[in-house]
Each structure stands twice: as structure tokens, then as C-alpha cells.
């Protein structure tokens, strides 16, 4: 058994291959990135031994595609986290760094910590595409805020006595009047780069709806919430009430209802109801 283990870059991608019985290096071989450098790869890695493991360093944003392309092909694909082939580094014997030192390092971290122990790489499904819709997310709101920082920076520098309120820059309302003061004000370079980061911010502000129809829709909500809460209370006292009304408290728990006493008649007891005038 081998075990392959790349260095990948953007342009090219070395591999090493070691035994996995003695951690010998049995040969290096570099191919340009491709389709066809990666076929020419895979037959060398056959040629070499039967069973075989790839070790590839976790590094997907160069590796994904050498990644997807041996799966496809039905071979075993180890991630290597980088900090593991950077503590072989270190412990290497051979001293310097290059493209083939670096990928006999990686195979050599991943039969040190055991082949066992890394996860093999399969073929993204809709995690990938979560993932990636995440960190773009993240990405538009950092840029975001990086543009509205500069731009308050910006009229600040332009006009000291400017008061904005907080987020004013992401309504549309003070958007529009910044807009036009930038618009009347004289064409220096300062005035048009503030102008250019106010249309780029109303830009990724428009991908998702105002803070204030957010803000309004939640207190909406929390209104709706309440009343709805109110009334199951209310209607819960009203319930509660009538039930009382029903069922008098009994004194001890099990006794029996007691039975309701009939008002006695004056006429029987030998008294006469007083006259009606």
C-alpha cells in the first residue's frame, strides 16, 4: 500500500508517493492543473501500486478540483489539516522547502497520525452550496459596513457639522438627501470617491429588505404575540369564572357536593309573607 500525498497550488500540483509499511519515498511526479495533468497523474499513481490512498492538504479552494476528479474515478481521498504537514515540516530530516518536500510531508503526517483518523473527502452536495452562500453572505456584510464607516468618515471631513442619525446612511430617506448634497457640492476627488461608495452601499443594502420594514415587521409580530397572549388569558379567566360558577370549591378533596339548601316557604312555617303595598 502507498500513500500519495500533494502539495497543491494554483498553477500546479506536486505528489509524493511513500509505503505505507516503511514511510520510504518511492517517487515524485508534478503535472500543471487540468483535466489532462490530472489524468496523467492518476495513471502514474497506478502504475506505482494497487491500493493506494491520496493525501491531499486541506486546502480546498486549490485542491477541490484534483479532489472532485479522484473521487469521480473511485479512489480514497484523505484532508490533511495544514497545521499537522506543517508540525512535519519541522520535524523533517531533510531541511529547505519546496513543492516535493511539502508533499512528502503531507503524506507523512497522515501515516503518522494514522490513515484511520481523517476523514475521507466525498463528492459536495447541498452543504457546499450552504456553505458557500454563508461566507458570501458574510463577506457583502463586512464590505458593507467597511463602505459605511469610510463614507461617514468621508462627510465627516466634508461637513464637521453634519449630524446623522445611527444607520441613517442605510434608509433611503437620508441616503437620497446625502446624495444630493454630494451632488451639488464642488467635483473633488473626495466628493466623487464618497459618491461612488454611496452607490455601491445602496447596491448591497438593496439585496435585502430595509431595517425599518425589519424593525416594523417585528414589532408587529411581538404586538400580534402579545395579544394573542392576552386574549388566551383573558378567555382563560372567563373559562375559570364560569367553572367556579358551576361547580362550587369543595372543602376537602373527594368529599361529597353538597346538596343545596331549599328555601323554606313562610306560608309552611306558620308566618305569612309580609303585605305588598
Known sequence: MI??????????????????????LLGEQT???????????????????????????????????????????????????????????KSARQRGK???IDALNVARAALQEGLESFPTALLDGPELDLRLLVDHRERLIRHRVELNSTLLWHLHDLW??????????????????????????EQTMR????????????ELHA?????RARDHRTRHT??????????????????????DRRRPALRHRGQARPRRRRRADPRQLGQHAPPTT
Open 160 to 185: 464637521p457639522e453634519l449630524t446623522l442619525p445611527g444607520g441613517a446612511l442605510f434608509s433611503k430617506r437620508w441616503s437620497t438627501r446625502i446624495g444630493r448634497r454630494l451632488a451639488r457640492a
Open 3 to 24: 500513500v500519495l500525498g500533494a502539495d497543491t497550488h494554483k498553477r500546479s500540483h506536486t505528489v509524493a508517493a511513500v509505503a505505507a509499511a516503511t514511510g520510504e
Open 222 to 243: 411581538d404586538r400580534a404575540a402579545a395579544a394573542r397572549a392576552a386574549g388566551v388569558r383573558a378567555a382563560d379567566r372567563r373559562q375559570a369564572r364560569r367553572r
Open 98 to 100: 519546496s513543492d516535493p
Open 31 to 89: 503535472v500543471q492543473v487540468g483535466r489532462r495533468g490530472f489524468g496523467a497523474l492518476l495513471r502514474w499513481a497506478r502504475s506505482l501500486d494497487g491500493d493506494r490512498v491520496w493525501a491531499l492538504e486541506d486546502c480546498r479552494h486549490v485542491s477541490g478540483s484534483l479532489e472532485r476528479f479522484l473521487i469521480e474515478r473511485g479512489e480514497r481521498v484523505l484532508r490533511i489539516p495544514t497545521h499537522l504537514s506543517a508540525k512535519a515540516r
Open 207 to 211: 439585496r435585502g429588505p430595509p431595517a
Open 191 to 202: 466628493v466623487r470617491i464618497a459618491r461612488d461608495e454611496l452607490r455601491r452601499l445602496r
